[in-house]
């Protein structure tokens, strides 16, 4: 239960999801990245931190410029 108080339950998931991601080939650590931006479940930073893929390649992937994001932010 003392992992459950303290957030730990959380860490662990990430910690498991990251080992399991650093084993796959660099294609599939991409596709993960842009999926989970995709479909909205972390932000590219996010999805950087836990797949190690850059924010610039979740980008190029998705086919985003930082330039149209800046404009649909507008």
Do not use: C, M, W, Y
Request: charged share 30%; hydrophobic share 35%.
């Amino acid at each position: 239960t003392a992992l459950l108080a303290d957030g730990g339950v959380h860490d662990l998931l990430k910690t498991v999801v990251q080992n399991h991601i650093e084993r796959l080939p660099r294609q599939a650590k991409i596709k993960i990245a842009t999926e989970f931006v995709e479909n909205g479940v972390l932000s590219q930073r996010q999805a950087h931190e836990l797949t190690g893929v850059s924010r610039d390649t979740i980008r190029k992937a998705r086919g985003v410029h930082e330039d149209s994001d800046a404009e649909e932010a507008r």
